[in-house]
């Protein structure tokens, strides 16, 4: 019976020294990544407007509007560029990329004023010179909505554990998300036009809507520190999201929709916005 005691120890001793070292392993990872916090060192609030860009040079601000009912957009502009959002009425703050590269922004608050008036809420310029090269395309944002203690933080390192190469890591989450995910064709019938990519719902329930699966393929790419964006735009006439991946410095598309769908299809890729 002691001898049996002893080997049981020895092998809950063992097990445990292996999760350990897999714990280790997954927090070493994380702590290679940069996680969005507000508020930070350096912020700039005009009128209903705050941004905090004490992160600019990793790719992105923080951007909280005023507490309210009435609808609030933001615009973010880079020279000739210029990106949208909806903006939450809650005063909280809102992750916003800087996807047009280093330079000078300026990020305008908008309030609805009746209909589809809109008067200037707030106006704020930021200088962001990235630290590293896509810097937007390695941290989370509004459209690609993941914390550290998002499911597949954790599950993207358990699935790339092991392999060395982008293209490895790339192929592993591609070939997870074709074999755990569905489309979701109810929601794509009801979904109201402006919602954002649903991670969290969507590895919940197994199944997403083009912007849902193509959001979780960024997520767990980022994680691994791939460059991923989320593209938005048209295939052929239809209204569509996708993902490109930046693997051995070549941009790869990846339409998980399709690979979900078991289909393929010949037609042209529009992009019209991406973060």
Not at 148 to 171: N, Q
Request: hydrophobic content about 40%; aromatic content about 10%; some cysteine.
């Amino acid at each position: 019976m002691q001898k049996k005691n002893r080997r049981i120890f020895a092998l809950s001793a063992a097990a445990a020294l292996t999760l350990l070292l897999a714990l280790s392993t997954v927090l070493a990872l994380m702590e290679g990544l940069h996680w969005p916090e507000a508020p930070g060192n350096a912020s700039r609030t005009s009128e209903k407007l705050t941004v905090d860009y004490s992160h600019a040079d990793l790719g992105y601000v923080m951007v909280m509007g005023p507490e309210t009912s009435k609808k609030l957009k933001l615009i973010v502009k880079k020279d000739d560029k210029e990106a949208r959002y909806d903006i939450n009425g809650q005063r909280a703050w809102e992750i916003i990329p800087l996807q047009f590269g280093s330079g000078k922004y300026t990020i305008t608050l908008y309030v609805n004023a009746s209909k589809n008036n809109y008067t200037a809420g707030g106006r704020v310029s930021v200088n962001a010179e990235f630290s590293r090269p896509n810097a937007a395309f390695l941290v989370p944002n509004q459209y690609v909505n993941y914390r550290a203690d998002t499911p597949l933080v954790a599950l993207s390192d358990e699935i790339c554990a092991g392999l060395t190469t982008d293209r490895e890591k790339f192929d592993a989450i591609r070939a997870y998300i074709k074999s755990n995910y569905v489309y979701d064709y109810i929601k794509a019938a009801t979904v109201n036009i402006g919602t954002l990519p649903d991670i969290a719902g969507a590895y919940a329930k197994g199944m997403g809507i083009c912007q849902d699966l193509a959001a979780i393929a960024v997520c767990m790419l980022r994680v691994q520190g791939i460059p991923a964006q989320l593209m938005i735009g048209h295939v052929g006439n239809n209204y569509h999201a996708w993902s490109s991946a930046l693997i051995d410095g070549e941009g790869v598309r990846y339409d998980p929709t399709l690979e979900v769908q078991g289909t393929t299809t010949n037609a042209a890729y529009k992009v019209e916005r991406y973060y």
